[in-house]
Structure formats: structure tokens, C-alpha cells
């Protein structure tokens, strides 16, 4: 099953998933803006109660061709700070960046010691840079 397109019915036909799971995680799509891996479902900002097992994660496959993405020299922190991937500080510290220079790589966010490896990681397939 196609998870990005996925409605709470569809979920709900797989084995694991009832009316609850099924809507946190159509709710916490919409907050993502997609999902970009299969592996997504594991988040703790999901809210599952217990964590969904391994053979429901292998019911699903990604598509990320609807995956809403945000352009780093043009998204606002109140718009970007709405993503669960990134805080108050890291939205702030981004915009702040972006009005000095253009942001042009990831390599520019590592300067900022509000993003860590492992939240930029995360970050990164919501986000555009400008082409080389």
C-alpha cells in the first residue's frame, strides 16, 4: 500500500492498524507534509501508544512525489517551524541565516550549532536548495 496516498479505511485494512492508529497517521502525514520513508512510522511525534510492528511496515512502499518541500531561501520560520522535524530555534536560526546569505547546501545548516547531524538528516528531504 502507497503511503502518502493511503486514507484511514485503506490503513485500517491492514492487520495492526485500527480507527486510531490509522487517523494519527494520516494526521501526522499532513504535518510532515508526506512521508519520505516507511520507517517515518516508528517517529515518537507519531503518538503511537506501542510501536507498529515489522510486518505492518512492510505492508507499505513511498512515493515521494507529493512530498511538500520548502525552499530554504524563501520559507519563513512561523511557516517551517509547523514541520515536526524542526523547532523554534532551528526555524529562527534558518531565516536568520537566509537574510545574511544564501543558503546553498546543507553544509550551510551545519554551521548552526541549533542543527545536529542527526536533525538535519531528518531535515533534509523536506527541503530545496538552489541548484549548483
Given at each position: 500500500m502507497?503511503?502518502?496516498?493511503?486514507?484511514?479505511?485503506?490503513?485500517?485494512?491492514?492487520?495492526?492498524?485500527?480507527?486510531?492508529?490509522?487517523r494519527?497517521?494520516?494526521?501526522?502525514?499532513?504535518?510532515?507534509?508526506?512521508?519520505?520513508?516507511?520507517?517515518?512510522?516508528?517517529?515518537?511525534?507519531?503518538g503511537l501508544?506501542?510501536?507498529?510492528?515489522?510486518?505492518?511496515?512492510l505492508s507499505?512502499?513511498?512515493?515521494?512525489?507529493?512530498?511538500?518541500?520548502?525552499?530554504?531561501?524563501r520559507?519563513?520560520?512561523?511557516?517551517?517551524?509547523?514541520?515536526?522535524y524542526?523547532?523554534?530555534?532551528?526555524?529562527?536560526?534558518?531565516?536568520?541565516?537566509?537574510?545574511?546569505?544564501?543558503?546553498?547546501?546543507?553544509?550551510?545548516?551545519?554551521?548552526?550549532?541549533c542543527?545536529?547531524?542527526?536533525?538535519?538528516?531528518?531535515?533534509?528531504?523536506?527541503?530545496?536548495?538552489?541548484?549548483?
Open positions: 502507497e503511503l502518502n496516498s493511503a486514507d484511514t479505511t485503506q490503513l485500517m485494512s491492514i492487520r495492526g492498524i485500527g480507527s486510531s492508529t490509522a494519527k497517521i494520516v494526521s501526522y502525514r499532513r504535518k510532515l507534509g508526506g512521508f519520505v520513508s516507511v520507517s517515518q512510522l516508528r517517529d515518537p511525534e507519531l501508544r506501542y510501536p507498529l510492528h515489522d510486518s505492518v511496515l507499505f512502499v513511498v512515493s515521494t512525489d507529493s512530498v511538500v518541500r520548502y525552499d530554504v531561501n520559507i519563513t520560520a512561523n511557516r517551517i517551524v509547523n514541520h515536526p524542526c523547532s523554534y530555534p532551528q526555524a529562527k536560526a534558518l531565516e536568520d541565516l537566509r537574510h545574511k546569505r544564501t543558503i546553498r547546501s546543507l553544509d550551510d545548516l551545519r554551521s548552526l550549532e542543527f545536529t547531524d542527526s536533525s538535519l538528516l531528518r531535515l533534509a528531504p523536506y527541503l530545496i536548495f538552489p541548484a549548483p
